[in-house]
């Protein structure tokens, strides 16, 4: 017992506790929701005591905040690496961020939960608003690059072409990447989300109508 609780001890000295909290929270998250555990809860998953998660974390909340933190991290750096600066064309490197939205979502259930679904408000966690506007700011240069190809009085906000494929992204996400409804598609959710793009393009003209 000595033992363990020396382990415990040294773990938190070097913080590896913080992370064992949230690695807990991101498994209870996957199979119950946001809001669907306790912190008690995670301190048992992380098998710790619960007085030891309040040395880290206020409320579940945080807990959340933090999961959903790291969250929005992944995602900017995988949308950075999708965009690849514009290359190999605009065209190309916007297509690839509204894919990295589907593989994020896909590989990383958990930080999608509590970044989307936890109804944390980001007026209560500032750091949280600013890494999620630091991965919508990726998506925001992605579309201004593409909008450069249009006529400058037809462009359209740089935020409200983002907004739009960002909403379709997670409306296939939501709708056919998770859950039974996602079983009852009939197209893939890559096909979907390229298909809607393609339509949303040519709408705006950056495409050639289909022949």
């Not at 498994?27 to 040395?55: C, M, N």
């Not at 959340?64 to 949308?79: H, K, N, P, S, W």
């Amino acid at each position: 017992m000595k033992d363990k609780g020396r382990a415990l001890k040294q773990g938190y000295h070097h913080g590896n506790l913080r992370q064992a909290l949230v690695e807990a929270a991101l498994r209870l998250i996957a199979e119950q929701g946001p809001t669907g555990f306790t912190l008690s809860e995670a301190a048992k998953a992380a098998d710790v005591t619960p007085a030891a998660v309040y040395r880290h974390f206020a409320g579940r909340d945080e807990l959340i905040a933090e999961v959903a933190r790291q969250g929005y991290d992944i995602f900017a750096a995988l949308m950075e690496f999708a965009y690849n600066g514009g290359k190999p064309s605009a065209l190309a490197a916007f297509e690839a961020t509204g894919r990295a939205y589907l593989a994020f979502a896909r590989k990383y259930p958990g930080h999608y939960m509590a970044m989307f679904e936890s109804g944390l408000s980001f007026n209560a966690h500032p750091d949280l608003a600013q890494m999620a506007a630091k991965a919508r700011g990726v998506l925001e240069e992605a579309a201004r690059g593409l909008s450069l190809h249009l006529p400058e009085g037809k462009r359209p906000p740089a935020s409200m072409f983002s907004a739009h494929i960002w909403a379709m992204s997670h409306g296939v996400v939501e709708l056919f990447m998770r859950g039974t409804p996602g079983a009852k598609s009939p197209f893939p959710p890559e096909d979907l989300l390229e298909t809607g793009i393609g339509i949303y393009l040519r709408g705006l003209g950056l495409l050639p109508p289909d022949q």
